[in-house]
C-alpha cells in the first residue's frame, strides 16, 4: 500500500510564491512517476504538473508553464511543486499522484494524496 501524505498549502498573495511537498510511504517509489494535480470549488480535478522516476523529465499544463516547478528527491521519497507568481485563479486543493508510468501518471494515477489546500487571494 502507498501512502501520499501532502503540506505546504495555505493562503498566500497573489504574486507570492508556495512549495508544496509530498511523502511517500509504504513501498519503493524510486522508479515511480509522480504528478501533481489541483480541482477548485465547482470545477473538475485537472493535472498540474508530472516528473519521470529520473527527474529527466516535467509536464506541465498550459496555465502554469513558467510559473511552477516540479521536482522530486528520490532519497527522501519526495516530489516538489514551487510555484511562483501565483494567481487568485490557482486557488485549489492540491493533489499529489503516483504511477509506475509517465503516460497514466497524467491522467489516471493508482494512488492519490489527500489534498492541501492552496488560496491566493487578489
Known amino acids: 500500500q502507498v501512502r501520499l501524505v501532502e503540506s505546504g498549502g495555505g493562503l498566500v498573495q497573489a504574486g507570492g510564491s508556495r512549495r508544496l511537498s509530498c511523502v511517500a510511504s509504504?513501498?519503493?517509489?524510486?522508479?515511480?512517476?509522480m504528478a501533481w494535480f489541483r480541482q477548485a470549488p465547482g470545477k473538475e480535478r485537472e493535472f498540474v504538473a508530472a516528473?519521470?522516476?529520473?527527474?529527466?523529465?516535467?509536464y506541465y499544463t498550459d496555465s502554469v508553464r513558467g510559473r511552477f516547478t516540479i521536482s522530486r528527491d528520490n532519497a527522501k521519497n519526495t516530489v516538489y511543486l514551487q510555484m511562483n507568481r501565483l494567481k487568485p485563479e490557482d486557488t485549489a486543493v492540491y493533489y499529489c499522484?503516483?504511477?509506475?508510468?509517465?503516460?497514466?501518471?497524467?491522467?489516471?494515477?493508482?494512488?492519490w494524496g489527500q489534498g492541501t489546500q492552496v488560496t491566493v487571494s487578489s
Open positions: 499522484a503516483t504511477d509506475p508510468s509517465i503516460v497514466e501518471v497524467r491522467s489516471t494515477p493508482d494512488y
Open positions: 509504504g513501498r519503493t517509489l524510486v522508479t515511480y512517476s
Open positions: 516528473i519521470t522516476w529520473t527527474g529527466g523529465t516535467t
